[in-house]
C-alpha cells in the first residue's frame, strides 16, 4: 500500500480533523437553513406543514454528512443506532454529491444565460464542490452497504418529484425558471449520477479496505 494512502487515512481519520470537519459542516448547516429561510416561510404559508422537509435540500444533505462524522466519532454499538448510521451515511453521499453538484451548475447554467456572477456565487461554488468531495473521500471509513444506497437514491428520487410536482425546488433566477423542464431532467438524472458515484466509491472503498 502506497505511503500517500496510509497518510490518507491517518490524516482523515485523526480526531481533530474530524471534530474540525464535523463543526465547519454543522455551520455550514445552519447557515444553509438559514439562507433558505424567506423560501420555508413561503412554503408554510401555501404548503402543507409536512412538505417543509423536502424544501432546503443541501442544508439536510450537509446535515447528513455532519450526523455521518459524528458516528465516525463515536461509533454506535447498539443495533438500531447502527442502522439510522448506515442511512445517514449512504444519505450523506447521494445527497451531498447530487446538490453539491446541482449547486454549482445551476450557478453557472444561469450565468451562461446572462445571468450576473456575485462573490457570494464563488462562496457557495466552493462550498458545494466541497460537499460532494469530502462525502466522496470519506465513504471508505462509512459502513452502510448497497441496500441502503438503494435506499438512499429512493429518497433523493422522491425529493426530486416533490419539489418539482408542488413547485417547491430552491429557489431559482428567472432564466433558469424559464426552462424548468430542463432544469427538473437534469437533477433527476443527476440523481441517479450521484448514486452511481456512490456506488463506484464504495465499491473502491471495499478495495481498499481489503489492503488496510
Avoid at 12 to 40: E, P, S
Avoid at 49 to 70: G, N, Q
Avoid at 76 to 94: D, G, N, S
Avoid at 99 to 125: C, E, H, K, R, S
Amino acid at each position: 500500500m502506497s505511503i500517500s494512502l496510509l497518510w490518507s487515512k491517518a490524516l482523515l481519520t485523526d480526531r481533530r480533523v474530524l471534530w474540525l470537519l464535523l463543526i465547519c459542516n454543522a455551520i455550514g448547516t445552519v447557515y444553509g437553513y438559514i439562507w433558505y429561510g424567506l423560501q420555508l416561510e413561503y412554503t408554510l404559508e401555501i404548503k402543507p406543514t409536512w412538505m417543509i422537509i423536502f424544501v432546503p435540500d443541501s442544508p439536510t444533505a450537509s446535515l447528513f454528512f455532519t450526523v455521518a462524522l459524528a458516528f465516525i466519532l463515536y461509533p454506535p454499538k447498539q443495533q438500531w443506532l447502527i442502522v439510522i448510521r448506515k442511512l445517514f451515511e449512504a444519505l450523506a453521499v447521494v445527497t451531498s454529491v447530487k446538490y453539491g453538484v446541482w449547486a454549482v451548475v445551476m450557478i453557472f447554467w444561469g450565468v451562461a444565460l446572462g445571468d450576473p456572477l456575485y462573490w457570494q456565487d464563488w462562496m457557495l461554488t466552493a462550498s458545494h464542490l466541497t460537499m460532494a468531495i469530502e462525502s466522496l473521500l470519506f465513504v471508505r471509513f462509512f459502513v452502510f452497504g448497497w441496500k441502503y444506497l438503494v435506499i438512499a437514491l429512493a429518497w433523493t428520487l422522491l425529493n426530486d418529484y416533490m419539489d418539482y410536482s408542488q413547485h417547491i425546488y430552491p429557489w431559482l433566477t428567472p432564466l433558469l425558471v424559464e426552462r424548468l423542464d430542463q432544469v427538473r431532467n437534469f437533477t433527476v438524472v443527476l440523481t441517479f449520477v450521484s448514486a452511481l458515484a456512490g456506488s463506484l466509491a464504495l465499491r473502491q472503498a471495499h478495495k481498499i479496505r481489503s489492503f488496510d
